[in-house]
Nanobody, 129 residues
Framework: QPQLVESGGGSVHTGGSLTLSCAVV????????IGWFRQAPGKEREGVSV????????SYADSVKGRFTLTGDFARKTFFLQMDSLKPEDTGDYYC??????????????????????WGQGIQVTVSS
């Protein structure tokens, strides 16, 4: 049973940092792309960052560029979203997602939730002022 297991959420003050982890477990088919999404209360789910497994290329939403960094330990099949200089508007539930098909370039496709086949259960991030 393929699963995406998220960890690392929590509560911080403005300017603080958190690192979210996404472990890819039990997949027998290839994963081509890992994305992070977030959803604030009353808002739609939005793409935050994406990484292509083929060439490690990444893309970020404008709202997080320069503050968030997505990396992968491909041997351990674990992906890390380092979030620095956090703001209250970063508050929300964060979801890891995996795409079982290839989409390229990731900047064009990776921020759309419909291209992903598997989703984690979500993890909460709260940034207080």
């Amino acid at each position: 049973q393929p699963q995406l297991v998220e960890s690392g959420g929590g509560s911080v003050h403005t300017g603080g940092s958190l690192t979210l982890s996404c472990a890819v477990v039990g997949f027998t088919e290839p994963v081509y792309m890992i994305g992070w999404f977030r959803q604030a209360p009353g808002k739609e789910r939005e793409g935050v960052s994406v990484i292509a497994i083929s060439d490690y290329s990444t893309s970020y939403a404008d709202s997080v560029k320069g503050r968030f960094t997505l990396t992968g330990d491909f041997a351990r099949k674990t992906f890390f979203l380092q979030m620095d200089s956090l703001k209250p508007e970063d508050t929300g539930d964060y979801y890891c997602a995996a795409a079982g098909r290839s989409y390229y370039p990731v900047a064009q496709y990776g921020h759309h939730p419909e291209v992903y086949d598997y989703w984690g259960q979500g993890i909460q991030v709260t940034v207080s002022s």
